[in-house]
């Protein structure tokens, strides 16, 4: 088994959603801690790499290219591509998958969250859960609008979202396969936005992978066989 390192940077203010409301006024918010510092779940990020990684199974295979990965010869549907199901599983399986995703979270989490806590406990008439978690996010309010430009009646809507700029860094483990890690790499670079309401300018991304401190990036090897 390997590990490799993720990076995630946020290009643009994020939902990504807990698929839950708080309280009266936010209707739409975002996954954090008990502390209230956000973060990324494993399940969210595989989702996207997956979604990410049948994008270029297809362009690969719309290219001609078929010796780069294990690629079958139907390309219209994802469970064609045998290399997808054997890195990122498919449901109703009974074996797990040889890749393991950890949640994403923000660079020296465990150090700033021991200070948090630390501040939590010490000062709790200054800094509070609320406090920790409005100095990551921000709220925004949409309205939607009818065929004539102007606002609907109650369709005011309030949201979090992660601020942009901030980056969260994981792991991700697996087995060690050539054309497994090729593809987690090309998948981190087709990953370019995640989360709800992306349409609207919302979850723009930049993702790296990285093997140490070394930027995974096997472009020139497609790129070479293009040429041919």
């Known amino acids: 088994m390997k590990t490799y390192t993720i990076h995630i940077e946020l290009k643009s203010d994020a939902l990504i959603g807990s ?7 936010i209707e739409s918010d975002i ?14 990020i595989k989702g996207c790499l ?12 719309d290219l001609g ?10 390309p219209k549907d994802e469970s064609d591509f045998t290399i997808l199901n054997d890195t990122f599983g498919k449901p109703g399986q009974d074996k797990p998958t040889p890749v ?18 630390y501040l939590l406990h010490q000062y709790p008439s200054i800094i509070s859960r609320e406090g ?11 309205t939607a609008i009818d065929e004539t430009g102007i606002a609907k009646e109650h369709s005011l809507r309030t949201i979090r979202v992660i601020k942009r700029g901030l980056t969260f860094t994981g ?41 140490g401190t070394k930027n995974v990036s096997i472009l020139d090897e ?7």
Not at 31 to 44: A, E, M, N, T
Not at 185 to 190: G, T
Not at 222 to 228: F, G, I, K, L, T
Request: contains cysteine; negative net charge; glycine residues 8%.
């Open 50 to 61: 997956r979604e990410a990684a049948c994008e270029i199974c297809h362009m690969l295979k």
């Open 132 to 142: 920790i978690l409005s100095a990551f996010t921000a709220l925004r309010q949409q």
């Open 65 to 74: 290219i078929t010796s780069f990965m294990d690629l079958t010869a139907n």
């Open 19 to 25: 698929g839950e409301g708080f309280g009266a006024l």
């Open 222 to 228: 497609p790129v070479a066989e293009c040429r041919v």
């Open 171 to 211: 792991e991700i483990t697996l087995k060690e396969d050539g054309e497994r890690v090729r593809l987690l790499s090309l998948a981190c670079l087709n990953l370019g936005s995640m989360g709800s309401k992306r349409r609207r300018g919302f979850g723009e991304v930049e993702c790296r992978f990285f093997d």
């Open 31 to 44: 996954v954090f801690d008990d502390l209230g510092i956000p973060y990324i779940p494993s399940k969210r």
């Open 100 to 117: 393991y995703f950890s949640n994403l979270t923000i660079r020296d989490y465990e150090k700033e969250r021991e200070w948090l806590e």
